[in-house]
């Protein structure tokens, strides 16, 4: 057989093939070429050719195998299949081993230097290969001359590294078929192509739901609306893509907790069979839970805990008509042995009974007055601030976020939502001091808390995220634009030892002992009521105020407070 520089590879090897035009291609480069493949007479899947059969007809590598060694039974499940090894054989194994017992051995690969199951086993030029090292060896790609990790998947077989062949596999997904990408997708261009690790990036392409809307989007298919998405089956995958289009200003910022809420109350009502109670209970939910959230000036965009109680309501009140259509009777039947009943057992009813009351949709009731909710759960006042001084002055304790999160609760019974949704902006340095607005006033923070809080935000998003981030939120999440979950941050919290409920109603209890109830509901963002309530509750339980303010001071013209900070050895 003659020997040429194959056209496709570069290399001297044997001519398998000759070109129209005379160049040469070599018995790996012909196999590689999918023109070259025939469907296989054993197997029916068009493969690359391994042998034929006496009629001619093609054989698969697989297919040939089955066809040229015949079953012998597994030596550890007795059944009949074609062996992988055999005893006996050059393998020195001892035992017949078909493809669901055999494992490869595990060596030391003599690329990479890990121990892995051995793809290519060594021979007297080439040592021991792991699978990726011989289906990526480290060598200069082709396209951008990079030493690393390569793999031969252009035409001719040419090296090129992963992040050359993500940007291939990414522009073939967002160019248009005019050659051209939409310019609101190119921030989600260059964030993809800026993952750390490429293998991330082309994982993302090949199996995540967001990445084929992104091909449809790109194309055409979909339109670049929030409608759009809404309409696709829900997932991480989608709330991901639309966090990404919107940090790159692809989308519109929305409120996502609302239009969640809006969606559910949506899906819940056209579930209720009967058209009297579907109107019903699209009015309550439209005109009062909704528009009581859309129209909550002081807070524009919903908590998590706000939009899961609107939820809780909706879902009771469509309970409850079911239960009254299904004994036969409807709303305006209810008498007050019924409304005390279920205020006793379901409280949740109380906002849609009271929205049927003042609509008059309910008649002769009275609803017995609301008693709010007294705290129960006060922890430890020596163990919470043992906690404080360990997060203060212990930097092995945990993160610089964690313990900044941590003494705000501690110290300042600051709620974990509220510490999750600070931004930049809520910090300001003034004169040497680092000031955090929490509320209407300012709060000073003392040295060591204000040397935590310089150092934030400290964890910020990977991979593809991280391009479209900014440094707005103090705690950022995984999405670019969005801060760090509560529930997350609680839990995080609670592995500290940080129970957020009694610790906060630890540190309002004993604040409430040593300042005036104005003055910790401007500083800390409560109601007035409820620090005037907190107030009496600790001159009733302390006896003794037990910190006292150091200085009152004024900060143009917002007053703040500075108080007394604990130790390394106080309060012990």
């Not at 409850?320 to 009943?341: E, F, H, K, V, Y």
């Not at 205020?343 to 109380?350: F, P, Y």
């Not at 007294?374 to 002055?393: E, G, I, S, V």
């Amino acid at each position: 057989m003659s020997r040429a520089v194959c056209a496709f590879c570069g290399q001297d090897k044997p001519v398998r093939q000759r070109m129209p035009d005379g160049r040469a291609r070599c018995r790996n480069c012909f196999h590689q070429d999918p023109a070259t493949w025939e469907p296989c007479g054993g197997c029916g899947q068009t493969k690359r050719v391994n042998a034929r059969a006496a009629d001619g007809t093609a054989r698969c590598t697989n297919c040939y195998r089955k066809s040229t060694q015949p079953k012998l039974p597994c030596d550890r499940r007795g059944k009949l299949v074609h062996p992988i090894v055999r005893a006996g054989g050059r393998g020195g194994h001892t035992e017949n081993l078909g493809p669901c017992c055999y494992r490869g051995e595990s060596r030391r690969c003599g690329g990479c230097g890990r121990t892995r199951r051995v793809r290519v086993k060594a021979t007297a030029t080439s040592p021991d290969l792991c699978g990726t090292c011989h289906q990526a060896a480290i060598t200069a790609c082709t396209r951008c001359g990079t030493v690393t990790r390569c793999r031969g998947t252009t035409t001719g077989r040419h090296a090129i590294c992963w992040r050359c062949h993500l940007t291939d596999r990414l522009d073939a997904l967002l160019v248009q078929p005019d050659g051209t990408i939409l310019p609101a997708l190119q921030p989600i261009r260059t964030a993809v192509l800026s993952v750390d690790n490429p293998a991330t990036g082309l994982g993302w392409l090949g199996r995540s739901r967001g990445a084929t809307l992104l091909a449809q989007l790109a194309s055409g298919q979909l339109p670049l609306t929030h409608d759009a998405l809404d309409r696709q089956p829900p997932g991480k995958s989608v709330e991901h893509l639309r966090r990404m289009l919107v940090a790159a200003d692809a989308l519109p910022e929305r409120n996502e907790h609302l239009a969640r809420l809006e969606a559910f109350a949506k899906r819940t009502i056209e579930a209720i069979e009967d058209p009297k109670d579907r109107r019903l209970l699209r009015s309550y939910a439209t005109w009062h839970v909704i528009h009581r959230i859309r129209n909550d000036r002081p807070r524009p965009a919903i908590w998590p805990a706000a939009g899961y109680r609107a939820r809780h309501e909706i879902t009771a009140a469509a309970r409850l008509l079911a239960d009254i259509r299904q004994q036969g009777r409807s709303l305006d039947t209810l008498c007050q042995p019924d409304i005390d009943a279920l205020l006793t057992s379901r409280d949740i009813l109380r906002s849609f009974l009271s929205w049927a009351d003042s609509h008059r949709l309910i008649t002769g009731i009275q609803l017995p007055k609301h008693q709010p909710r007294q705290p129960l759960h006060f922890a430890d006042d020596q163990h919470r601030w043992n906690l404080a001084r360990t997060l203060l002055h212990d930097d092995s304790a945990a993160t610089i976020s964690d313990r900044f999160a941590g003494l705000l609760v501690l110290l300042y019974a600051q709620p974990v939502a509220r510490i999750a949704r600070l931004t930049t902006g809520h910090l300001r340095h003034v004169g040497g001091t680092t000031m955090l607005d929490v509320g209407t006033d300012a709060l000073q923070l003392p040295s060591p808390l204000a040397g935590l809080a310089a150092s934030l935000p400290e964890r910020r998003p990977v991979g593809m995220a991280r391009t479209l981030y900014t440094d707005h939120w103090l705690f950022p999440g995984r999405h670019p634009d969005r801060p760090a979950d509560s529930a997350t941050l609680m839990r995080r919290l609670n592995a500290l030892g940080i129970y957020a409920r009694s610790n906060r109603n630890a540190a309002m209890l004993q604040l409430a002992a040593e300042l005036p109830a104005v003055v910790i509901a401007d500083l800390l963002g409560v109601h007035t009521g409820t620090a005037t309530k907190m107030g009496a509750r600790s001159q009733r339980q302390l006896g003794h105020l037990r910190r006292r303010p150091q200085s009152m001071k004024t900060c143009n013209g917002r007053s703040t407070v500075l108080v007394a900070w604990p130790g390394p050895g106080e309060r012990s």
